[in-house]
Structures are given as structure tokens and as C-alpha cells.
């Protein structure tokens, strides 16, 4: 409908229409436009503080943090060249990054007294380039990053404690995703090959 509260849609054979009754805000944007034929980064790529305040979202070209409370894009993390990025936040609203040929780094958001939101430099870790963030445990003491190698016997999860600079190896076959339990006891590992099955660690 033209004021965009229903949505008409015809029924196979022409003869009834249902009609979807929609409540929202009205206010949408689009905050990691991908290619017609985008980048598999890009599907699981948007990220939320707890507070649902601020976004992060990678696309082809950058990584772009949003601020819902000021309604505007407050920081740009961009690639280098056309390599992968992934991004997560923990509960003190740092922002995580890792990229191909950067390692895991992270910024910490200042928000001044006027309210605008500030980027800070970022800090970088012990750990290599390469593993891409997979998750962030909730208070951000851990995190857990995939690893995919020409040999397949050493593709890997990496579980990192920042604080503690300590690391556990989970082998994982062409490794995908991984989730962190919010206690730190479960590890769950993920594989983008039909033949393999996810695993709980």
C-alpha cells in the first residue's frame, strides 16, 4: 500500500489475496549493501552492542560503524585491497576486527559529552593475520576465530584469551563459525562442507 502499512500478495491460481498488515517505525536503511552476487562475508556480517545501540557492518569495501543514537555512521574501517574482514562487540561495546592480512585488533568507542560517537585507534594483539573473527564471548574475554589452510589437517578454530594472551587449537575441517558459551565451558564449531557435521567442544 502506498503508505506502506499492508502488503498485498495474490494467491497461486489469481482467485484470493491475502493481505499482510505490517506495525513498524517507518525508518529503515541499509547498512551493508552487497553485490548482486555478494561475498559469503557478507550475509553474517552485521553486529549489534547489547544495547542495540550501535551496529557494525562489513561490506565489500569496509567495515562501518553506526550509531542508532545519534542516527548516523560513525566510524570506517577500511580494507586493505580486497581482503576479508569480520567484526564483533563484547559488552563493554569494544569493536573486534580481523582481516586476512591484519591480526586481531581492537577499538574501544568513546562517547563525548555532546553525544557523538568517537572511533578510537586501534590496539593491536600477539596474534597473527589470517583467522577471521567467528564470535566474541559476551564479556569479552574470549574470542574465537576460523582458520582454513591449503591442508586441510591444519584448518582450525582458535579459542584467544586476550587478557591472558592464551590460545587453544580446535581442529575443525574448512572451519565456518564458531559460538562461545557466555560461562566459557562450550565451544561450538561450524564447517561450510556438507560432510561435516558441527561440533561441541
Known amino acids: 500500500s502506498q503508505n506502506g502499512t499492508r502488503l498485498f500478495t495474490r494467491r497461486k491460481g489469481g482467485s484470493q489475496v491475502d493481505i499482510l498488515r505490517f506495525k513498524w517505525s517507518g ?3 541499509t547498512l551493508a549493501p552487497g553485490r548482486r552476487e555478494p561475498r559469503s562475508e557478507n550475509l553474517p556480517s552485521l553486529h549489534a552492542t547489547p544495547d542495540g545501540k550501535i551496529a557494525a557492518a562489513v561490506d565489500e569495501t569496509a567495515c562501518r560503524v553506526w550509531d542508532w543514537h545519534q542516527g548516523r555512521l560513525a566510524g570506517l574501517i577500511a580494507k586493505d585491497g580486497m581482503e576479508w574482514m569480520t567484526a564483533g562487540f563484547d559488552q563493554e561495546a569494544s569493536l573486534w576486527t580481523s582481516s586476512w592480512n591484519h591480526p586481531i585488533r581492537r577499538r574501544r568507542l568513546h562517547r563525548r559529552p555532546d553525544g557523538w560517537l568517537d572511533l578510537l585507534p586501534h590496539e593491536s ?3 597473527h593475520s589470517g ?16 582458520q582454513n589452510e591449503s591442508i586441510e ?6 579459542v584467544w584469551w586476550p ?5 587453544v587449537i580446535l581442529r575443525q575441517p574448512d ?3 564458531a559460538a562461545l558459551s557466555p560461562d566459557g565451558h562450550w565451544y561450538v564449531t561450524g ?6 557435521q558441527a561440533l561441541l567442544w
Open 191 to 196: 564447517s561450510f562442507t556438507a560432510r561435516n
Open 175 to 177: 572451519p565456518y563459525c
Open 153 to 158: 589437517a591444519n584448518d582450525r578454530v582458535l
Open 131 to 146: 583467522p577471521l573473527l567467528s564470535a566474541v564471548r559476551t564479556d569479552g574475554l574470549a574470542l574465537a576465530a576460523t
Open 27 to 29: 525508518v529503515m536503511q
Open 125 to 127: 594483539s600477539t596474534l
Open 163 to 167: 587478557q591472558e594472551n592464551r590460545e
